[in-house]
């Protein structure tokens, strides 16, 4: 067994978090570790980089070089069939049947999946994000920004995740897939309810309950792809319903992957990006050296751009996403079956004292923030990625240049956390604040 104790020191002789942890004693699945997990990883990374966590039966990967590994080689480390392993997991047939009767179909997410296939899906995927097409968005996201901001400014205090992130994010994806306004106060409980998917601690009846929803979310997205199908606008919808490619047999998405790539780009679009608009700002609230060089310096891009990065570093929104083995591998020193179900801990290779030097530092100079695994790598990562940095720098920088003495409305060991293996992602996040005059 392993222990690890206050007393611990990292690389550089930075402290580790505070706790005492036993491996083989506790689980990622424990709420008190999902909720504060760092110590739990510095545990892993130092004696067993890749840990069977028996209550979640999968086995934790926790080093930088490991994940590393893992994402070059998709052959041996399937994604498709990892994802597959962990969707409604306990609940999978219950699910379909309901989804299939109640919410135009089952629609599995091609996105999701392994090459060659998830080349030709990630190909079409790719026109709705062009650089381009982003560069234009930053306008309208700053006007987003700035006019939600203001409508807090003289209130001094607000909760940071429903009356900030949440709204920021649906805003700016509703507009970008080109749906209604009537359907923003929907889109927090459809996010929860499909990453609750891959989060594989739902209950039966929470199970239900979010069927329900994706139910609701399908016939909805279904209706506008019908409509884009009809009579294209410019939006993300009409983009993935008309992309096209070099592909001579499957130039085009069909109706079975639109419905679910647009699902994903609601989704993913909104759930990660507010977590880390809420990340964003508990680290304002708690480090004001951090925001004060932030303000000093709001119109310089390069430090802005390296605020986002280090950001995504250190509290990176998705905490964990999973892989299978196809074949007996050793890894990490361990030997894995075939089979093997793998959760790649992003959070943990993050705070990976051997990469990243004394990690739980938000160090603006860091001189390999470029390395940070937030958004994965190789060819599974994140294909919004550019969106998502550009909603986060704009979300910075008409923060800092309109609101200052930004705390904590509570202590910070009073945080809640979301119940999910897939992100680390706050609850509540009171905070206050005045408006910056100068």
């Not at 047939?93 to 989804?99: A, L």
């Not at 994000?129 to 901001?149: Q, W």
């Not at 900030?164 to 209604?180: A, K, Y």
């Not at 070099?246 to 990006?273: H, K, M, Q, Y």
Request: charged share 25%; aromatic share 6%.
């Amino acid at each position: 067994m392993v222990t690890i104790d206050a007393n611990a020191q990292g690389a550089g002789s930075c402290p580790v978090d505070a706790g005492n942890i036993t491996l083989g004693e506790v689980s990622l699945a424990d709420p008190e570790i999902l909720a504060r997990p760092t110590a739990f990883y510095a545990a892993m990374r130092r004696e067993d980089p890749v840990h069977y966590d028996a209550k979640l039966d999968m086995y934790l990967v926790s080093r930088y070089d490991d994940l590393q590994t893992v994402v070059r080689d998709p052959a041996t480390f399937s994604l498709e069939r990892g994802y597959q392993a962990q969707y409604a997991k306990g609940f999978n047939d219950e699910f379909r049947e309901i989804v299939i009767r109640d919410g135009g179909g089952f629609f599995a997410d091609p996105i999701m999946t392994d090459p060659p296939y998830h080349t030709r899906i990630r190909k079409l995927l790719e026109s709705a994000f062009s650089a381009h097409r982003v560069k234009e968005l930053e306008p309208r996201i700053t006007a987003i920004v700035a006019d939600l901001i203001e409508s807090f400014a003289d209130k001094g205090q607000i909760e940071t995740v429903s009356e900030f992130s949440v709204p920021l994010t649906v805003r700016v994806i509703c507009e970008q897939l080109g749906l209604g306004r009537e359907y923003e106060n929907k889109i927090g409980g459809w996010s929860l309810a499909v990453a609750a998917q891959i989060g594989r601690m739902q209950t039966h009846e929470q199970m239900l309950e979010n069927a329900r929803q994706i139910c609701e979310l399908q016939n909805c997205l279904i209706a506008n792809i019908r409509d884009r199908e009809r009579q294209p606008r410019e939006d993300m919808i009409s983009d993935l319903v008309h992309a096209r490619s070099d592909d001579e047999e499957n130039p085009t998405l069909s109706f079975e992957e639109v419905v679910p790539l647009v699902r994903a780009l609601l989704i993913a679009g909104n759930e990660t990006t507010a977590t880390a608009l809420s990340n964003l700002l508990m680290i304002l609230a708690t480090q004001p050296a951090v925001a004060q060089q932030l303000a000093e310096a709001v119109d310089d891009e390069r430090l802005l751009t390296r605020f986002v990065e280090e950001l995504l570093r250190l509290e990176p929104p998705v905490r964990g996403l999973a892989r299978m083995t196809t074949r007996e591998v050793e890894l990490g020193g361990t030997l894995l079956p075939a089979n093997a179900h793998l959760l790649l801990l992003f959070a943990s290779v993050n705070d990976d004292e051997s990469v990243f030097p004394c990690p739980r530092e938000f160090d603006l100079n860091r001189s390999n923030i470029g390395r940070q695994m937030a958004f994965s790598a190789g060819i599974h990562r994140c294909v919004g990625l550019s969106l998502a940095r550009m909603e986060l720098k704009v979300a910075a920088r008409e923060i800092v240049k309109r609101l200052e003495n930004i705390q904590l409305a509570i202590a910070p060991q009073e945080i809640n956390y979301l119940p999910t293996v897939a992100t680390h992602s706050i609850e509540r996040l009171p905070i206050t604040f005045t408006r910056r005059r100068n």
